[in-house]
Every structure is written in structure tokens, then in C-alpha cells.
């Protein structure tokens, strides 16, 4: 995988944990979007989604708990529609796929560099 090259060794290490992890519970259409030359808000978004609520939080879980990391703030953990995960440098989307159609993350950061992946790649 070519992974973006980022500022600290930590988050580059935590960029691929991150990916890694939520590929092992088969998030669909991972995306990550480079937002540093458009916002002081954080470097990277990491945005997913699941098919399930049961998959959604298999997903947050294993990067929660697997990520050498904790996140400085987890929101939306109990509705299971769009979690979002903040690790300061690095905020994962992980959403269910109606929400993340209707909010459309990616697209509101459209100008943003953007790389896709699959667990193909991995």
C-alpha cells in the first residue's frame, strides 16, 4: 500500500494500523482524505462504513482497541450510525452507509487529496 508520507513516525505507524483494522472487519469503501493544506481541524480523515450496526461496532472497536493509541475522543458510539474516532492528527469516520451517503463527508472535502482502498490491496 503506498500510505501518504506524514509528519511524525507515530501517526504514519497509526495510519496503517488504523487501515489494517478496520479492513480486518470488512470495512466497505475506505477512503482517506489529505486536509492538510485545507484545514487546521486535523491532517487525515479515514472515513468507512459498515453494512450493520453489529459490524459497525465490530469495526470501532478493533481499531479502538487494536491502534497503539487510544483516540482523545470517541462520539456517536451509541447510535452506531457514524462514530467518529479522534486521534488529534488522524479523525476515522466509520459509518453506516446510509448516513455516510446522506452526509457525504467526502464530498464536502472534495478539493482534498483523496486515495481509496480495498482489502485487496492490503
Not at 472497536?61 to 493509541?69: A, E, H, L
Not at 486521534?87 to 464530498?107: A, G, L, T
Request: net charge neutral; glycine share 2%.
Amino acid at each position: 500500500m503506498n500510505f501518504p508520507k506524514l509528519d511524525k513516525n507515530s501517526s504514519n505507524s497509526l495510519f496503517e494500523e488504523i487501515i489494517k483494522l478496520a479492513f480486518e472487519k470488512k470495512a466497505k469503501n475506505l477512503i482517506t482524505l489529505d486536509l492538510r493544506s485545507h484545514s487546521t481541524l486535523t491532517d487525515y480523515f479515514i472515513i468507512c462504513h459498515g453494512s450493520s450496526e453489529p459490524q459497525i461496532k465490530a469495526i470501532v472497536d478493533n481499531i479502538r482497541k487494536g491502534t497503539s493509541f487510544k483516540p482523545r475522543h470517541l462520539e456517536g458510539y451509541e447510535n452506531k450510525k457514524w462514530v467518529l474516532l479522534d486521534y488529534f492528527d488522524i479523525i476515522v469516520h466509520v459509518f453506516d452507509k446510509k448516513e455516510r451517503e446522506y452526509y457525504s463527508v467526502e464530498n464536502i472535502w472534495a478539493d482534498a487529496p483523496r486515495q481509496e482502498f480495498n482489502d485487496e490491496r492490503i
